[in-house]
């Protein structure tokens, strides 16, 4: 069985898809962005793919891929929240919906912090758009779009460090996440391509800076995913899938508050 495989472009993904091998035609990799992804793997067109986390809940076939994420432990830089008015005050934000998960955490923030919870217009999130006759009153940016403005002037919220500030857990943005009958020898390619990826994140910074010359020189794109990246899928990061979810279970009653998430058996 030839299995489909979807990975995004971002640069906090590249430690666990650059290795992957392009040329095993026992899987065909499909690149999208985290929001297509899901819609992919939700309609069969692929059997696994690096999503946003909260996707994990949608559907009872559904497992993560045990091993490795893409989490934060406070400051992250890649999900940025730019304001024109102070945090409590806020009432529209403009988002695109490429990762769900940062677009949940924004609302989960203002639920922590007993505040209503935010208008979202969804649209190109840019910062141009504060240029518009009737700009939003905060933009969220998130991957490298958001690292690309990280010397901007204007006033942000770090979505990561907001979190961890809130709760002292780290937050989990993305999982490998699967259906049930997926072949146990996928999770040793994908363990296998993020211990090569994960070694060569100093090649992999040099590589993005010279192509992004915009965004990140060297060393501030491997201080990125040094430091501000974290990748092991451990207890803390499951715990905070868990606390995550039951914070949006409360602002969304639809929600089953006693979801667990389910992990791929790979002894089998």
Same mark, same amino acid.
């Given at each position: 069985m030839k299995i489909r495989l979807g990975t995004i472009d971002f640069l906090n993904?590249?430690? @666990?898809?650059?290795?992957? &091998?392009? $040329?095993?035609?026992?899987?065909?990799i499909v690149e999208a962005l985290p929001s297509e992804l899901a819609n992919h793997l939700k309609s069969g067109e692929i059997d696994v793919g690096l999503v946003p986390q909260v996707e994990a809940c949608r559907d009872a076939r559904y497992r993560i891929v045990p091993g490795h994420c893409i989490s934060c432990d406070g400051e992250v830089g890649s999900i940025l929240l730019f304001c024109r008015k102070e945090w409590r005050d806020l009432g529209?934000?403009?988002?695109?919906? %490429?990762?769900?998960? &940062?677009?949940? =955490?924004?609302?989960? @923030?203002?639920? @922590?912090?007993? @505040?209503?919870?935010?208008?979202?217009m969804e649209t190109r999130s840019?910062? &141009?758009?504060?240029?518009?006759?009737?700009?939003?009153?905060?933009?969220?940016?998130? /991957?490298?779009?958001?690292? /690309?403005?990280?010397? &901007?002037?204007?006033?942000?919220i770090d979505l990561g460090q907001a979190w961890k500030e809130r709760t002292g857990l780290p937050f989990v943005f993305a999982v490998w996440l699967a259906r049930d009958e997926l072949p146990t020898w996928v999770v040793a390619?994908?363990? $296998?391509? %993020?211990?090569?990826?994960?070694?060569?994140?100093?090649?992999?910074?040099?590589?993005f800076s010279r192509s992004h010359p915009e965004i990140f020189d060297r060393s501030a794109a491997s201080d990125y995913l040094h430091r501000c990246i974290c990748y092991h =899928?451990?207890?803390?990061?499951? $715990?905070? =899938?868990?606390?995550?979810?039951?914070?949006?279970?409360?602002?969304?009653?639809?929600?089953?508050?006693d979801w667990y998430p389910r992990y791929l058996e790979v002894d089998r």
């Amino acid at each position: 069985m030839k299995i489909r495989l979807g990975t995004i472009d971002f640069l906090n993904a590249l430690p @666990l898809c650059d290795k992957l &091998s392009r $040329e095993d035609d026992r899987w065909e990799i499909v690149e999208a962005l985290p929001s297509e992804l899901a819609n992919h793997l939700k309609s069969g067109e692929i059997d696994v793919g690096l999503v946003p986390q909260v996707e994990a809940c949608r559907d009872a076939r559904y497992r993560i891929v045990p091993g490795h994420c893409i989490s934060c432990d406070g400051e992250v830089g890649s999900i940025l929240l730019f304001c024109r008015k102070e945090w409590r005050d806020l009432g529209v934000v403009a988002v695109d919906q %490429a990762s769900s998960s &940062s677009v949940a =955490l924004l609302q989960v @923030l203002r639920h @922590l912090d007993g @505040l209503p919870p935010l208008e979202l217009m969804e649209t190109r999130s840019d910062l &141009s758009l504060f240029e518009n006759p009737n700009p939003p009153e905060a933009i969220l940016l998130i /991957g490298d779009a958001a690292l /690309g403005h990280l010397s &901007s002037p204007l006033e942000r919220i770090d979505l990561g460090q907001a979190w961890k500030e809130r709760t002292g857990l780290p937050f989990v943005f993305a999982v490998w996440l699967a259906r049930d009958e997926l072949p146990t020898w996928v999770v040793a390619g994908l363990g $296998e391509a %993020a211990r090569l990826g994960l070694a060569s994140r100093d090649q992999i910074a040099n590589d993005f800076s010279r192509s992004h010359p915009e965004i990140f020189d060297r060393s501030a794109a491997s201080d990125y995913l040094h430091r501000c990246i974290c990748y092991h =899928l451990g207890k803390e990061q499951q $715990e905070a =899938l868990v606390s995550f979810h039951r914070l949006r279970a409360e602002i969304d009653p639809r929600l089953d508050r006693d979801w667990y998430p389910r992990y791929l058996e790979v002894d089998r």
